[in-house]
């Protein structure tokens, strides 16, 4: 990550651990509470979607704990070096107790995946996208949750709550990349992964996960290209928007 972005992030995450919170409406769609917050430490504010754990809906397939997830997710991405998930952390003194908070990104919420997918110059980043996902496990990639930031014409992944499962739970609308080779700067942070967790990924996941996510990345170093979407096996979420 380059300099300028690194110290942003720092920005950002130091804004969302360490502001004070006002609530300002509850966003929609969601099957989960998830509320819109702003987040404000001295002459600084920013907004956030807070997820709190109080607020989740039970899942037969997924244990509880989605927060913590959402949290990885951002861990992984930064250790991958992707830039692609917005900050998040969990945090306990939230107006309904803890959960997650994420970045809130200011984008065209008119474009998704599929619209996003006939911008040429926007398929490096959706490549990426696909090959976290495959390390991280992602169980619900939907189409709406690949959001473009028009300011920067980056593009970020969202909920990702569903992930990280020790049991293959790969589920995503990105496929179109399938049989691609894997960038080289992933492939050697995935084999930094399969060798070792950094304590602020694994202390967000059980044993088994950590266990499963090596094993993951192990794979993905070795076979270095995104797979190819097996027609027999239900690969894809629904809804898929």
């Known amino acids: 990550m ?16 360490l502001g ?23 002459s600084e504010n920013i907004r956030a979607v807070y997820k709190p754990e109080s607020g989740e809906r039970p899942l037969w397939d997924y244990p ?25 952390i969990v945090r ?3 107006p309904f107790g803890p959960g997650s908070l994420q970045r809130f990104v200011e984008a065209d919420f008119t474009q998704h995946y599929f619209s996003l997918l ?11 996208i696909c090959a976290f996902d ?41 496929w179109e990349f399938g049989g691609s080779q894997i960038d080289e700067d992933i492939l050697e942070a ?11 990924l694994a202390l967000l996941l059980s044993d088994q996960e950590v266990t499963s996510l090596r094993r993951r990345a192990r794979r993905v170093a ?8 097996e027609p027999d096996y239900r690969h894809y979420p629904w809804p898929i928007v």
């Open 20 to 42: 004070s919170t006002e609530i300002l409406g509850r966003l929609p769609y969601g099957s989960n509470a998830t509320l819109l917050l702003e987040l404000t430490l001295g």
């Open 190 to 200: 995935a084999a930094r992964l399969a060798s070792s967790v950094p304590d602020e």
């Open 118 to 128: 006939d911008q040429e110059g926007l398929h490096s980043q959706l490549a990426r």
């Open 92 to 94: 306990s003194d939230l």
């Open 64 to 88: 509880s704990g989605l927060s913590r997830r959402e949290a990885a997710a951002y861990q992984l991405d930064t250790i991958l070096g992707l830039n692609a998930v917005p900050e998040t």
């Open 134 to 174: 495959l390390i991280a496990n992602s169980g619900d990639r939907k189409s709406g949750h690949i959001l473009l930031e028009p300011a920067t014409n980056k593009l970020f992944a969202i909920d990702n709550g569903l992930s990280f499962h020790e049991e293959p739970k790969l589920r995503t609308v990105i």
């Open 2 to 17: 380059p300099e300028d972005q690194r110290q942003l992030s720092t920005h950002h995450l130091e804004l969302l651990t």
């Open 222 to 229: 070795r076979t270095k290209k995104l797979p190819v979407v």
